[in-house]
């Protein structure tokens, strides 16, 4: 049986596992043919100059900064569960510790040469090519790569706007390679870091780059938002919370505490815009975390979800599995786990085999709302 978990590059083997680790048997890579074609392109044009400064950015599950840890890169993530599994991963092949990662941009330090997984946001992308564009080396060298599919002239369009040179390779293996090069003096481009909108209430919510639904209310939370548990005075848990705008309702519930949790830098980065304002006046608490890791047992009176369904292109159960296992085990005996989700998800079958009766809450031609008491 073909080993789905060993990559060999840059004359190395290493183990590679998706974090939280899957199953042996697992078809999910920890890496795709993009990952392995920017490590060949740098390994290519740059091995002679073993003190060349490195970063990079958006590396999935770490096999692109491991494969060139020779060269030190530092390693810029939104997410925390890539932060994690490059952790992991690095301990799995018996490497030292990673210690230069950042999760925010301005964090990302002055580099000879960036290696950019292109992500499927393209806001996001934008807001890196903007960032390394007003704050990158004159002579920096971006190379950026993608499954080839996912290079469009959407894609193209913005290295153009920042960049003078930019080159596309052609197709290697399904993937390809966007190298950029002189920095456009004056990029025309209306980006701006924070986008805001409002919801039906006037309540202006922010929402950076990285954002899911950074541009409109998402249907699913606005179908959790009407129909909420009653959260006065409990201490409410909004698991993969985004940009909050979830918890702006349930505080006007007065709840005595709301616990806001998101994996990604830039969603509670949004969260604490949305919620520390004179407009909002519940007590709130702000979690960069896998899942509920380390929260107490038995410390939520509610917990609301609307929980992701992929982990970048995958469509994935597993994580709103661990998070309603974690929820379980955080919740109050008594307390309630309220969710929303897509219909054909199957959700009310996983809730079912972890904490036994499920309620039905409501339902509408997408989603629906479920709930269980522990």
Same mark, same amino acid.
């Given at each position: 049986m073909q080993n789905n978990h060993l990559c060999n590059i840059n004359n190395q083997s290493l183990t590679l596992w998706r974090f939280p680790k899957q199953e042996i048997s697992s078809s999910l890579q920890a890496w795709d043919s993009a990952d392995a074609l920017l490590v060949e392109r740098f390994i290519?044009?740059?091995?002679?100059?073993?003190?060349?400064?490195?970063?990079?950015?958006?590396?999935?599950?770490?096999?692109?900064?491991?494969?060139?840890?020779?060269?030190?890169?530092?390693?810029?993530?939104?997410?925390?569960?890539?932060?994690?599994?490059?952790?992991?991963n690095a301990q799995t092949?018996?490497?030292?510790?990673?210690?230069?990662?950042?999760?925010?941009?301005?964090?990302?330090?002055?580099?000879d040469v960036y290696l950019l997984k292109i992500p499927k946001n393209l806001d996001f992308l934008e807001a890196q090519l903007a960032y390394l564009h007003a704050h990158g080396p004159a002579d920096l060298t971006l190379i950026a790569a993608a499954k080839a599919t996912d290079i469009n002239k959407s894609v193209v369009?913005?290295?153009?706007?920042?960049?003078?040179?930019?080159?596309?390779?052609?197709?290697?293996k399904k993937?390809? $390679?966007?190298? *950029?090069? /002189?920095?456009?003096?004056?990029p025309y481009s209306s980006y701006q870091y924070w986008k805001n909108w409002q919801t039906s209430d006037n309540t202006a919510i922010y929402n950076a780059p990285n954002v899911f639904s950074r541009s409109q209310l998402d249907q699913g939370a606005a179908f959790l938002m009407a129909n909420l548990p009653d959260c006065n005075g409990k201490n409410v848990i909004d698991l993969a919370c985004g940009n909050g705008v979830i918890s702006t309702a349930i505080a006007q519930q007065k709840p005595a505490n709301i616990?806001?949790?998101?994996?990604?830098?830039?969603?509670?980065?949004s969260a604490k815009k949305n919620l520390l304002n004179d407009t909002?006046?519940?007590?709130?608490?702000?979690?960069?975390?896998?899942?509920? $890791?380390?929260? *107490?047992? /038995?410390?939520?009176?509610?917990?609301?979800?609307?929980p992701p369904f992929h982990q970048q292109k995958a469509i994935t159960t597993?994580?709103?599995?661990?998070?309603?296992?974690d929820a379980?085990?955080?919740?109050?005996?008594?307390?309630?786990?309220?969710i929303v989700g897509n219909a054909h998800l199957g959700y009310k079958n996983q809730l079912q085999s972890i904490f036994g009766d499920v309620n039905f809450i409501n339902q509408n031609d997408k989603f629906v709302i479920l709930s269980t008491i522990k």
């Open positions: 290519t044009e740059f091995n002679l100059t073993e003190s060349v400064r490195v970063v990079t950015l958006n590396d999935n599950f770490g096999m692109i900064t491991l494969a060139l840890n020779a060269y030190q890169p530092q390693f810029f993530n939104d997410s925390h569960i890539s932060h994690l599994a490059l952790a992991a092949n018996n490497i030292a510790p990673i210690n230069n990662t950042v999760y925010a941009l301005q964090d990302i330090n002055e580099a369009k913005l290295f153009n706007r920042y960049f003078k040179n930019v080159d596309v390779s052609l197709a290697h993937s390809r $390679t966007i190298s *950029a090069l /002189n920095k456009q003096k004056s616990i806001l949790v998101d994996e990604s830098y830039m969603a509670i980065e909002i006046s519940a007590k709130s608490e702000f979690y960069l975390n896998d899942c509920l $890791t380390g929260f *107490a047992d /038995n410390s939520a009176d509610i917990i609301v979800c609307n597993h994580i709103a599995m661990q998070m309603f296992s379980k085990r955080v919740l109050k005996n008594g307390g309630e786990l309220r």
